[in-house]
C-alpha cells in the first residue's frame, strides 16, 4: 500500500473510531456483560456471586407464569402493532400524496406526536381516558365512552395500542411518504390509461416500488414493539394486577423492584433479544425475497 493509501486509511480510522469506541464502550460491553451475569446469581452490588448456568433462563421460562404471560401479552402486542401501524401509516401516506397544495400542513399535523415524549404522551393520555371520555360519554349519551378505560383488563390493551398507534404511525408514515414521492409518475399514468382501477395501480405499480420502505417500517415496528415500556408504565403500569405487563416491564421489576435480582432479569433480557433476533430474522428473510421477485 503507498503512503497516500495508507494516509486514507489513517484519515478513515481517525473518523470511524470515536464512534466505534462509544458504541463499543456504551453497547457492546453492556451486552456481552448482561449475557454474562445472565448465568449467574448477581445481585447487582454484591461483588460475590455465583456462576449457575442455565438456572435462570430455566426458572424464567418453567417456574415463573408472570414472564411467561408478559411475553405472550407482548407478542400479542407486537401483532396487533405491525399491522396496524404499518396499515394507517401507508394508507395516511397515500391520502397526503394527493394533497398537492396542503401536502406540507397535514405532514406536519400528523408527524407531531411523535415529537412528543412518550412517557409525557401517556401521562397526558391517561389524563383523557380517565377524565375526557367518561364526562364526555356522560354529557353526550355516548355509552362506550364511558367505561374503564385503564383499570378494565378487556379495555386497557387497547388504550395502549390507541396512545402507541398515535405516537408512532407519525414516523412510518414520513418513511411511506418519501418511498411513494420516488415511485415514477409515468407508471402510475400508463397504468390507468390501461385501464387499471385505483386498488390495481396501488397493488401492481405502488407497492412492488416501495417493498424496500416496507421493508424498513416492518423492522422498526418489530423492534420498537418488543421494546416497548413507556406507554405501559405511564397508562397502567401493567395493570390492572399483571394483565398488562410487557416483558421489559416484567425486567424492570425483577431488576428494581422484586429482591435486585440482577442475574435473574439479564437472563429475561437474553431471551427478549433472542425473541426479537428471531422474529426479525424471519421477517427480513421473507420481506427481502419479496423485494427481489418485485
Given at each position: ?30 451486552t ?19 456462576f ?19 411475553l ?60 375526557v ?112 405487563q ?48 418485485a
Amino acid at each position: 500500500m503507498t503512503a497516500k493509501g495508507y494516509k486514507r486509511l489513517l484519515s478513515l480510522a481517525a473518523f470511524v473510531m470515536p464512534a466505534f469506541v462509544l458504541y463499543t464502550l456504551f453497547l457492546l460491553v453492556p451486552t456481552v456483560g448482561g449475557m454474562y451475569y445472565s448465568l449467574t446469581d448477581w445481585n447487582g452490588l454484591n461483588r460475590a456471586y455465583d456462576f449457575i448456568g442455565l438456572a435462570n433462563f430455566v426458572e424464567a421460562l418453567r417456574d415463573d407464569p408472570d414472564f411467561v404471560h408478559s411475553l405472550f401479552f407482548t407478542l400479542k402486542y407486537v401483532m396487533f402493532m405491525l399491522v396496524l401501524q404499518n396499515v394507517f401509516a401507508l394508507l395516511l401516506a397515500l391520502f397526503i400524496e394527493t394533497k398537492f397544495r396542503s401536502k406540507g400542513f397535514f405532514r406536519t399535523l400528523l408527524f407531531m406526536p411523535n415529537m412528543i415524549s412518550t412517557i409525557i404522551s401517556a401521562f397526558m393520555w391517561t389524563f383523557v381516558f380517565s377524565q375526557v371520555l367518561p364526562q364526555l360519554g356522560e354529557r353526550a349519551g355516548l355509552s362506550f365512552l364511558n367505561q374503564s378505560w385503564l383499570g378494565d383488563p378487556g379495555t386497557s390493551f387497547y388504550s395502549i395500542l390507541i396512545v402507541s398507534l398515535w405516537n408512532g404511525v407519525g414516523y412510518m408514515m414520513i418513511i411511506y411518504l418519501a418511498a411513494l414521492q420516488g415511485v415514477p409518475q409515468s407508471l402510475r399514468e400508463a397504468a390507468v390509461i390501461d385501464g387499471a382501477r385505483p386498488w390495481q395501480v396501488l397493488r401492481h405499480v405502488t407497492l412492488p416500488m416501495i417493498t424496500h420502505a416496507i421493508t424498513i417500517c416492518l423492522f422498526l415496528t418489530l423492534n420498537g414493539a418488543f421494546k416497548v415500556f413507556e406507554v405501559v408504565y405511564g397508562l397502567t403500569g401493567g395493570g390492572p394486577g399483571r394483565s398488562t405487563q410487557v416483558i421489559t416491564l416484567n425486567i424492570y421489576e425483577e431488576a428494581f423492584s422484586n429482591n435486585f435480582r440482577y442475574g435473574y432479569a439479564s437472563a429475561k433480557s437474553v431471551i427478549l433479544f433472542l425473541v426479537i433476533l428471531i422474529f426479525t430474522f424471519i421477517q427480513i428473510s421473507i420481506t427481502k425475497r419479496r423485494e427481489v421477485e418485485a
